[in-house]
């Protein structure tokens, strides 16, 4: 049994001999110097969503309000920290899990993450939320429909795709799985686009709901 207990803290994935070691300045520390409650608000959807335009607008009403947030954008962390991996499905779920993994770190810190990105598999996404405490992961799926986002094309990659010089692009030839319970769902309600201003305020209000804005 003891031998089973080391083996079990000495080993973690592909790493050995490591134990963790605790700080004693923690989370709640933190929270109570930055009179807000650390979390996660993953936003996903699929590429021309507006993702990236709502995280802008989130970060600049909390900036506004004195709280500290900051953005893990999908095609940013490819600049540095994930710019060894490809599209491939092995490594677009290690994308995946590395952003989660440092969105945690921001979040222990009592900071309020907010992580736009693709993630289109649905066992990802989860695999992302069982990093935190309940609640603390808050699901926002931009919900705009697959025509909408290609006559937006922002960065013209659905053109490519189309062109088949794109492979394996979501919502072309690779599924998006949307999520089944998320915290905020914001659909795209006809041909009325709010901007990411209005959405932003729905997440801040849930926000408020919830006590994080506040230790």
């Known amino acids: 049994m003891i031998v089973l207990l080391f083996f079990l803290i000495a080993t973690n994935g592909k790493a050995t001999n490591i134990v963790w070691h605790k700080s004693s300045v923690g989370k ?5 110097v930055l009179q807000q409650r650390g979390c996660v ?19 600049q009403a909390l900036y506004s309000r004195g709280k500290l947030a900051y953005i893990l954008d999908g095609d940013n962390v490819r600049h540095g ?3 060894d991996l ?21 979040a222990d810190a009592g900071i309020i993450c907010i992580a736009s990105v693709i993630s289109p598999y649905r066992k990802d996404r989860d695999a992302c939320r069982s990093l935190l405490p309940e609640g603390d992961f808050i699901e926002v799926f931009m919900n705009v429909p697959l025509q909408i986002c290609e006559a937006r ?3 013209g990659l659905y053109k490519l795709a189309r062109a088949g010089k794109i ?8 599924p998006y799985e949307p999520p089944l319970n998320c915290e905020l769902e914001l659909p795209q309600k006809g041909n009325n686009c709010a901007s990411p201003c209005e ?10 709901e919830k006590g994080y804005l506040q230790a």
């Open 86 to 106: 490809s599209f491939e499905a092995e490594d677009r779920a290690e994308n995946i899990r590395r952003i989660g993994e440092v969105a945690k770190l921001f």
């Open 28 to 32: 709640v520390h933190w929270q109570e």
């Open 153 to 155: 094309d922002p960065k």
């Open 199 to 208: 959405i932003a305020e729905i997440v801040i209000s849930y926000l408020e």
């Open 81 to 83: 920290l994930n710019r």
């Open 41 to 59: 608000i993953w936003i996903t959807g699929l590429s021309g969503s507006g993702k990236s335009n709502l995280a802008c607008a989130l970060c």
């Open 167 to 174: 492979n394996g692009f979501t919502g072309i030839d690779d």
